[in-house]
Structures are given as structure tokens and as C-alpha cells.
T-cell receptor, first 114, second 111 residues
């Protein structure tokens, strides 16, 4: 089946430092799935951060970037300089295929220290 | 305004009681989902609904059932709640393979 792996459950970074959150995926149902990053701020539901639907392309939003790497089946999330307001839980997701539901990683809780 | 509304936001129930979680959307999306979120496990799919009265089991349907009588409304029912159903439940909607819209979640505690 399809799955998404986020290796870090929690990450703590000092303000203005760089960030990388790892995401790898596995799919047996489609060669090039759509890939997404969602973010959940405290007390809120998940909301779309960025998406990439073409292998090899980069998506970006609010200073975050992620590149769709089909060779390593990865979609790591990066930011050059984090802010306290970036503290949230970040979820990597595999887009739906046919009538399946999107698949989500376990989430990575980012805490940015002032 | 695109909105998914979940009610209630917080709920405490005793083991064996029935639980009704409600979800509404104002986007007329065909597809709706119920997920639960547990620490370290990510979002686990309970049920998917393709439209009115067209529902399918997800990965963890045991102990749950759903009802969708109107496109904009999707309910999750727990008949005789168990302590291991303590979790945060998210409702979500989607049209095609575009962005998924989530509600704010319902935190259910079964004691």
C-alpha cells in the first residue's frame, strides 16, 4: 500500500536558524503521486502549506520549500530562517489516487525557541 | 468562505455511551473523510464518503459507523464507546485530487 514516513516526531530550532523536516513516501498504486505539506497551528485544523504535482519541481510558500525527488522518493521541507510563529505540527501527505484517500505522515512538531 | 465545521470541539463520555460527532461543509465537495489522530501515528483514516449514502471503510473502521444523508453533512457514530477510542477526530473534505480542507477537530475522551 501507500505510506508516508516522517522520521522526526519533534524538532526544536532556535529562531533565525535553518530547518529541514524529512519526508519519504512509498507508493505501489501510482508512479508519480501529488505531494503535499500541511501545517496545523494550535487549536486549528490542518491547512495546506504547499503542494507539488510534477516530479522534479519545487514548491514554496511562506518561506518554506520542498522539492519532489522521484529518485529518492523524498519531499523534505526546508526553511532558511525560522520564526517563532512557525511553531506548529507539519504533515507530509501523498495525494489521493483513484478513489483512495490521501495518506498522511505522523507529523513533526516544530518548536522555535526565541 | 470555505469552511469545515466540527461539533462539538471537546467531549467527555463514559465507556459504553453512544457518541455522535458532526461535521458540516459549505463547499459542496463530494468527498468527505473522518480521520483520527493519535500521538506518533499520524492521521488514520476511519471512513471515506464519496457522496450521499456512498460510504466506504477506511483503515480502522471497527467500532465506528457513519451517516451521510446530505452532501454538506457527515456524521461519525460510536456505538458503545471504548477507552481506546479516546483521540482527536478530524473531518475533512476534498473535490477531486485538490487541496483537502480540514475541520478544527474534536477531542474525545472516553472514561
Amino acid at each position: 500500500g501507500d505510506s508516508v514516513t516522517q522520521t522526526e516526531g519533534q524538532v526544536t530550532v532556535s529562531e533565525s536558524k535553518s530547518l529541514i523536516i524529512n519526508c519519504t513516501y512509498s507508493t505501489t498504486s501510482i508512479a508519480y503521486p501529488n505531494l503535499f505539506w500541511y501545517v496545523r497551528y494550535p487549536g486549528e485544523g490542518l491547512q495546506l502549506l504547499l503542494k507539488v504535482i510534477t516530479a522534479g519541481q519545487k514548491g514554496s510558500s511562506r518561506g518554506f520549500e520542498a522539492t519532489y525527488n522521484k529518485e529518492t522518493t523524498s519531499f523534505h521541507l526546508q526553511k532558511a530562517s525560522v520564526q517563532e510563529s512557525d511553531s506548529a505540527v507539519y504533515y507530509c501527505a501523498l495525494g489521493r489516487n483513484n478513489n483512495n484517500a490521501p495518506r498522511f505522515g505522523a507529523g513533526t512538531k516544530l518548536t522555535v525557541k526565541p | 468562505d470555505m469552511k469545515v465545521t466540527q461539533m462539538p470541539r471537546y467531549l467527555i463520555k463514559r465507556m459504553g455511551e453512544n457518541v455522535l460527532l458532526e461535521c458540516g461543509q459549505d463547499m459542496s465537495h463530494e468527498t468527505m473523510y473522518w480521520y483520527r489522530q493519535d500521538p506518533g501515528l499520524g492521521l488514520q483514516l476511519i471512513y471515506i464518503s464519496y457522496d450521499v449514502d456512498s460510504n466506504s471503510e477506511g483503515d480502522i473502521p471497527k467500532g465506528y459507523r457513519v451517516s451521510r444523508k446530505k452532501r454538506e453533512h457527515f456524521s461519525l457514530i460510536l456505538d458503545s464507546a471504548k477507552t481506546n477510542q479516546t483521540s482527536v477526530y478530524f473531518c475533512a473534505t476534498q473535490q477531486g485530487n485538490t487541496e483537502v480542507f480540514f475541520g478544527k477537530g474534536t477531542r474525545l475522551t472516553v472514561v
